[in-house]
């Protein structure tokens, strides 16, 4: 779905995903029931921690993800699940899931509510009849609070310098990395990455998944419910 993560993959494998995933398996065996060794459908899977944590408790796992680097650490991170490399926006998988997830604000990578809505469309066309579909989003509140400043990463071999900043009158908010690292021939490298994301309203993203057929719809506050990072909302919905 989103090459431009090729060349911040390591970074995010190194320091983002596995805090997240650690977190988040609390949040979805509290919303999904899962049968013994079943389906699960991980949709921009990233670096593959959290197939990582289903397969250990059983469970057989297909990650989708746009970024080939991404999916480099996954297979590692997750050697007894099945990645695809592929666009969440044009996938097609027969109804085989018990359940999909989506984590750690992906989608707000998409920038438009049309391609949001093929992506659920392409989840659900995956499910089961009574499969899930859960995942988070950033919402206003999360871009006006943690989309404002920067902070640097300081390592002998790499220095990462990271900025966001949230244009309110577009919705869009820009993570901008600058980061410098130290190759084996003794020169430093430097890497520019500009990740892009759209802030949609919780109504219409409700009004998405209906349009799509999800059912039993629920929005969960991520601060209030699981003290997690404000502004941070999951969505669940059920395949009928």
């Known amino acids: 779905?989103?090459?431009?993560?090729?060349?911040?993959?390591?970074?995010?494998?190194?320091?983002?995903?596995?805090?997240?995933?650690?977190?988040?398996?609390?949040?979805?065996?509290?919303?999904?029931?899962?049968?013994?060794q079943a389906h699960l459908l991980d949709v921009a899977c990233g670096s593959g921690q959290f197939a990582h944590h289903m397969t250990e408790k059983g469970h057989q796992v297909t990650g989708i993800d746009g970024s080939e680097e991404l999916l480099k650490f996954?297979?590692?991170?997750?050697?007894?699940?099945?990645?695809?490399?592929?666009?969440?926006?044009?996938?097609?998988?027969p109804a085989h899931y018990h359940a999909a997830t989506s984590f750690y604000d992906s989608l707000n990578h998409l920038l438009s509510l049309e391609e949001l809505k093929a992506v659920f469309g392409n989840v659900y066309r995956a499910l089961l009849n009574g499969g899930w579909f859960l995942f988070d989003l950033n919402t206003a509140d999360s871009y006006e609070k943690n989309w404002r400043g920067s902070f640097n990463i300081v390592q002998a071999d790499h220095v990462i310098a990271i900025q966001s900043n949230y244009r309110a009158a577009e919705k869009m908010g820009i993570f901008e990395a600058v980061i410098f690292r130290l190759e084996d021939d003794g020169r430093w490298r430097r890497q520019d990455i500009q990740l892009t994301q759209k802030c949609y309203e919780i109504d219409e993203i409700v009004s998405a998944l209906k349009e799509v057929g999800f059912h039993d719809l629920q929005t969960i506050n991520a601060q209030e419910t699981y003290q997690m990072?404000?502004?941070?909302?999951?969505?669940?919905g059920r395949k009928p």
Do not use: K
Not at 229 to 236: A, H, W
């Open 74 to 93: 996954a297979r590692e991170n997750a050697p007894t699940a099945e990645f695809i490399h592929a666009d969440a926006r044009d996938f097609h998988l």
């Open 1 to 36: 779905m989103y090459n431009a993560y090729d060349d911040f993959a390591w970074v995010y494998n190194r320091y983002w995903g596995q805090n997240f995933s650690s977190r988040v398996v609390s949040v979805f065996e509290s919303l999904v029931t899962l049968p013994p």
């Open 229 to 236: 990072d404000i502004g941070r909302t999951f969505f669940l």
